[in-house]
């Protein structure tokens, strides 16, 4: 169970987490079978709000990229974030964790593969935003060039991988 | 009367380089001060004589600097924001728009109560590169005095349209102005907009489509930090408009109350202090400040807001901006703020009440292309769907379905649902409505808007009366990035 306090929100947000906090669920039941059939890496642990339509997207992306993902609806989301040491400027939709590492919205597996391969001392990767175009958000209306950007604990940024329209 | 802002010029249009260092808003501020006047634009004001107006807007690219170097920004004849369009309920309205831009523009006439249809606020027309059209409708006499809005609304263009700079603000003369309080104000237009810097480097950040675009460059009346000037004792009606595509102010004046008289669609019933405004995009509100304070300068603030508040994210500002400079000069003997303003009835009981759920999806969309939804998922445009985007109840725009047929004449109330993680401000065309609650709270006050705020989790509940206009229009987000990505629905009044 995943639902978490809920902070650093103004007063009406907090009045709804709180409700929502009641109904979250850790859902990521119905991935059993395609982690039976995914080859060896890491398991991913992906953390999303209920009303977010397009984490499962990402969730969808990773697992058809040989990841088994953990899908774990949380009421506040921001509160992952600040465990993970996530920057507050390169945030988007849902935080993950693979290896200890920490991986923020729509990253793309290819990405997460180089990460897990090459271990930058890095605390993880980050897509701010929510690119169209990029994994998960595969769009008729557009795409939109995007950064992969790579953080430390200690708030360090570099471009880990560019990714044009 | 309508003073103009002392000119502390302005978006640099027509000038030469200014040079090219890639600076931030306040050194660029600096330089922007002591840089040479731009070249002269159209008319900065234009008002109707006689019971007629007879307006010319042309659309065009003008060649520009922004920090980091030239630009090309959108402008109506030469200017952005565009001629101060002011006219008198009761006028005739000719407006001739041209289109010199490359691609196809439009115009809404946002906030006013005219027909969705024929020569008038009818968004469903295109005017083609080259091309041009001439809007023509009558406000009605008893039309609402207020601030309203003229801006492109061209789908899939408009966030580039007013994002680029395409804007004008329309003042409509009426009951309002004729309060002797409110007269008596000095009156000013503050239209607040923000422009993306030269490099864009900001979309790379993050600040894209999907959350909608914001520039860090903020600007009034397209300069950066302009002076406003209040004597002793004296009265200022600001007018402000939020012409961004995506960016939410909240408003603060250091030192002074900002005195709510108006909100979207007109007066209020009691004027009200607040000390904080949030403006967002397309909504527009008049303050009257008091000259009541020291002698002295104080800030027009912008103050942070997070508008993806279930992202976790941080506001993307963490600090006060200055939006502009209020500065005592003169006396004069004290004005009176006005005590009541202009009642707003209470519309008649509900005849029904509809749903409308705002959230980002893998949406179904164009051409009648209609399909589960779950069959959208990971694969995106799978089966021949938008893909992800913006939907309401399920469903992405689709400028060749109904979605919402409503009775002339009838009232009803619309519960307005953000089941999405960030902000979105909801706008309904042609007609005015009242907010009567926001998370189950009632409104303190009866306003007409046409614009509401839907936080992201929350639900706000609106009514309106469909009066003396039948026809097709359209309700949508606001945020023009997410209008363009699909969060419109088709309104059918008849």
Known sequence: MNSTSFRGHSRFLDLLLGVGAVAAVVSGGGSLAARASAPALMPVTSYRSASCGCCTGWVKHMRANGFTVRDVVVADVGVVKRRLGVPARLASCHTAEVAGFALEGHVPAADVKRLLQKRPPVAGLALPGMPLGSPGMESAYGKEAFTVMAFTRTGAISSFSQHAK | MTTPLRRRQVLGLGLAGLGTAVVGPVLWDRVQ????????????????????????????????????????????????????????????????????????????????????????????????????????????????????????????????????????????????????????????????????????????????????????????????????????????????????????????????????????????????????????????????????????????????YQRSGHMGMAAAEDAPRTLATLSYAGTVPPLPLPKALIPVPALPKPERTRRFVMAHAMGTGMGGMKHDMGAMGGGGMAMGGMGMGFVINGQAFDPDRIDTRVALGSTEDWLIVNDDVMDHPFHLHVNPFQVISRAGRPESQRRWKDTVLVKAGEEVRIRVTFRDFPGRTVYHCHNLDHEDLGLMGVLQIE
Do not use: C, W
């Open chain 2, 33 to 304: 001060r002591s840089a040479a006047r731009a070249q002269p634009a159209g008319a900065a004001r234009l008002a109707s004589r006689g019971g007629l107006a007879d307006l010319e807007l042309v659309a065009q690219a003008t060649r520009g600097t922004l920090p980091g170097g030239p630009a090309e920004l959108l402008t109506y004849n030469g200017r952005s924001p565009g001629p101060l369009l002011e006219v008198n309920a009761g006028d005739r309205v000719r407006l001739r728009l041209r289109n010199e831009l490359k691609q196809p523009t439009n115009l809404h006439f946002h906030g006013l109560h005219i027909p969705p249809t024929g020569t008038a606020d009818n968004v469903f027309l295109s005017v083609p590169p080259g091309g041009s059209f001439d809007y023509e409708f009558t406000l009605a006499k008893d039309h609402p005095a207020g601030l309203f809005y003229v801006h492109p609304h061209q789908h899939g263009l408009s966030a580039d349209q007013v994002f680029g700079g395409l804007s004008s603000a329309l003042v409509v003369r009426g009951d309002l102005d004729r309060i002797p309080e409110v007269a008596a104000a000095k009156e000013t237009v503050l239209v607040l907009k923000d422009f993306a810097s030269a490099s864009g480097q900001e979309a790379a950040m993050g600040v894209g489509r999907m959350l909608g675009r914001e520039g860090p460059l903020l600007t009034v009346n397209g300069a950066i930090n302009p002076g406003l000037a209040i004597p002793s004792g004296g009265l200022l009606r600001l007018r402000l408009l939020n012409a961004s595509n995506a960016r939410m102010y909240r408003l603060a004046l250091e030192g002074h109350s900002l005195v709510l008289i108006a909100t979207d669609g007109g007066a209020i019933a009691t004027p009200e202090p607040l000390d904080e405004l949030l403006l967002a995009p397309g909504e527009r509100a008049d303050v009257l400040v008091q000259g009541n304070q020291t002698p002295g300068s104080y800030r027009l603030l912008n103050l942070p």
